[in-house]
């Protein structure tokens, strides 16, 4: 049985093969005019002869997911991210973060649920889900929410970094990610520009830096590691 972080890398792989399209794998979508259904999209799809496409879920089970995790059991979470900039009233409630689960392993997800919703993590860009704990990055804060009693629902919702500039801009604070180290690794873009404690300090790298676009020493975007807790960051690049 391959390790929970092995099999989350493949699954990552597989989402940018698939999802992203990338030119290198000749992998694109012929031009059509108007909406398609799921089936009539994947039709479209034009893919190497080594690969395959397969339907997992699609609206209205979930609508626009901007960032995607898979947890322990399997189970796919998706950030939403319909309200974006000039539509960020598109859903009054906010947006949502879903966990898709394929029950019968048919291969299609056949259950969808609503973790959390609300205006603060609109257009999240950045979702990890460890434990019983998600990590939700969206500028200008980095929460944690804890599930205590495993009914899928927040018990609790904290603050584990703020400040972070970028906010309805794709170069803000992006995804945590788990290392082999315990440790977690995240960036932000060009427009991130600073980082601060949940008390409003400014946050002040091992090497003695205050994080900043500043030129002193750092500028545009930055890739960082830290303790699960927030503390000890690195600024790595």
Same mark, same amino acid.
């Given at each position: ?22 030119? @290198?794998?000749?992998?694109?979508? *012929? ?35 901007? #960032? ?13 991210? @319909? ?10 409630? !906010? ?13 299609? /997800? ?8 609300? *205006? ?12 019983? *704990? ?34 309805? +801009?794709? +170069?803000?604070? +992006? ?21 601060? +404690?949940?008390? !409003? *300090?400014?946050?002040?790298?091992? /090497? ?5 676009? #500043? ?23």
């Amino acid at each position: 049985m391959l390790s929970p972080v092995y099999s989350r890398a493949l699954f990552c792989l597989f989402v940018s093969v698939l999802v992203l399209s990338s030119p @290198l794998t000749s992998t694109y979508c *012929k031009d059509v005019s108007g909406p398609l259904s799921p089936e009539e999209t994947l039709k479209n799809l034009v893919i190497p002869g080594d690969l395959e496409v397969t339907l997992f879920a699609s609206e209205p089970m979930v609508r626009n997911p901007a #960032t995607l995790d898979i947890d322990a059991r399997g189970r796919v979470w998706a950030a939403e991210g @319909l309200n974006y900039r000039r539509y960020q009233d598109m859903v009054p409630e !906010g947006d949502r973060i879903v966990i898709l689960e394929d029950t019968d392993g048919d291969g299609k /997800a056949d259950s969808e649920k609503t973790y959390y919703q609300g *205006k603060d993590i609109d257009n999240a860009l950045g979702l990890c889900v460890i434990g019983n *704990k998600v990590i939700v990055s969206r500028s200008p804060n980095v929460f944690i929410f804890t599930d205590e009693d495993g009914d899928d629902k927040p018990d609790k919702k904290e603050v584990l970094f703020q400040g972070i500039s970028g906010e309805q +801009h794709d +170069h803000g604070v +992006h995804s945590f990610v788990f290392g082999p180290d315990g440790k977690f690794y995240f960036n932000m873009g060009n427009e991130g520009k600073q980082l601060f +404690h949940p008390n !409003g *300090k400014p946050v002040v790298d091992l /090497a003695g830096n205050e994080v900043n676009a #500043t030129r002193n020493p750092y500028q545009q975007g930055m890739v960082f590691r830290c303790n699960l807790d927030g503390s000890e960051v690195e600024t790595l690049g």
